[in-house]
């Protein structure tokens, strides 16, 4: 079991910034990918960012490349969700997955409970 806690979100204006984190637990964290992805109210749960297990490889929504980046530490056993220039359009739900491979679609095996993203404009 990898057990995840997001942390981070909150209320900011559009254009500003925000880092969400994701502390993992349970089996070795480098073991494991990671993924980011976010809810809407009334929308199905979206891809947004995924990490490879060593950090070297990562994966952007269209709707956040180049806004956007993750990051982890393998050491600290944490993941990041780094995002800049936030539009009221990403307000949503944030959600960290982790899986034994980088996936971009909503198949990871272990979640995190989300952690609310709003932007106003």
């Known amino acids: 079991q990898v057990q995840l806690v997001e942390s981070g979100g909150g209320l900011v204006q559009a254009g500003n910034s925000l880092r969400l984190s994701c502390a993992a637990s349970g089996r070795t964290f480098s073991n494991y990918a990671m993924g980011w992805f976010r809810q809407a109210p009334g929308k199905e749960r979206e891809f947004v960012a995924a990490i490879s297990k060593t950090g070297g490889a990562t994966y952007y929504a269209d709707s956040v490349k180049g806004r956007f980046t993750a990051s982890r530490d393998n050491a600290k056993n944490m993941g990041y969700l780094q995002m800049n220039s936030l539009k009221p359009e990403d307000t949503a739900v944030y959600y960290c997955?982790?899986?034994?491979?980088?996936?971009?679609?909503?198949?990871?095996?272990?979640w995190g409970q989300g952690t609310q993203v709003t932007v106003s404009s």
């Open positions: 997955a982790a899986h034994i491979v980088v996936l971009i679609e909503d198949a990871y095996r272990y």
